[in-house]
């Protein structure tokens, strides 16, 4: 079984994708199930992971409500309000939905890099834990340290790291690099799980597989094939390719490491962690 581990579906006239341009050609419009459906067909891909993007509970009965009418979606990262604890409820609410796995704070977006060691939002961590469910980690290279603080904090929660923590490709310094590597080193030694997504989307225009390597085979190498999944981030991947063309790019990095590692990262990763039957 192949998963595509990372992709959104949304509808711009819902009115809650605050992050959204309102005139970008590629993002401001519909994805539903029927504009995505070919290009797993062309990839061989049965299931995919389907990923809030708008902070708010409604997206996520959106996402569900999709899921249930669409074979292909096997599971649903949602969202909840960390900031009201009277939402501890709807997550355990939204728990009892068979294809819902976990909750995905849009913490990039949110201006004080620490958030997530708020006091105030503690509870939500712990009943991630106690509900059985996964936390997506969004952020960038600045959060690279509060999420090791708040992951050595919670040993049982079961993280993954999306985009790998979205490395500057774009920059080639060789201090960005080395910031952003000795981060998702430690991050690894807690025992999270990294999704390699996102990355064509932090390069120039007119990247090269030669581009992302060093990110990617450095994630390869602390993670393990175990723990790393590939996901399209689609549509968002098309702000620099199309999913096949992407697709392409990651299979020439995951070549070198073998067909059961490839196996992992395309399937048997996701499958375990997000529960996902065949």
């Not at 430690?186 to 025992?191: E, M, Q």
Request: charged share 20%; hydrophobic share 45%.
């Amino acid at each position: 079984m192949r998963i595509d581990a990372h992709q959104h579906l949304w509808h711009p006239a819902r009115g809650d994708y605050d992050w959204m341009p309102k005139d970008d050609p590629v993002l401001a419009r519909s994805y539903a199930p029927a504009d995505l459906a070919p290009q797993l067909a062309a990839a061989g891909i049965s299931r995919t992971v389907l990923v809030q993007a708008a902070a708010t509970v409604n997206e996520t009965e959106y996402m569900l409500g999709l899921a249930d009418a669409t074979p292909f979606v096997g599971a649903v990262v949602g969202w909840i309000n960390f900031e009201d604890r009277r939402d501890l409820a709807t997550l355990k609410r939204l728990a009892n939905h068979p294809k819902f796995r976990g909750v995905r704070p849009m913490i990039q977006d949110i201006a004080d890099d620490g958030w997530m060691l708020r006091d105030d939002i503690q509870w939500a961590f712990r009943a991630i834990c106690d509900l059985g469910l996964s936390f997506d980690a969004l952020g960038f290279p600045r959060h690279l340290a509060p999420f090791l603080t708040l992951l050595r904090r919670y040993p049982d929660m079961r993280t993954v790291i999306d985009h790998c923590m979205k490395p500057q490709i774009r920059d080639p310094s060789p201090e960005a690099f080395a910031t952003w590597a000795e981060g998702m080193a430690r991050l690894a030694d807690t025992g999270a799980h990294c999704k390699v997504s996102g990355l064509i989307t932090e390069a120039n225009p007119g990247w090269t597989v030669a581009d992302l390597r060093p990110c990617a085979d450095h994630v390869f190498r602390h993670f393990g094939a175990d723990r790393v999944m590939w996901g399209s981030d689609w549509p968002v991947c098309r702000l620099g390719a199309e999913y096949g063309d992407w697709l392409a790019a990651a299979q020439t990095l995951t070549a070198p490491l073998g067909a059961a590692a490839e196996a992992m990262i395309y399937g048997a990763t996701a499958a375990a962690f997000y529960r996902i039957a065949g």
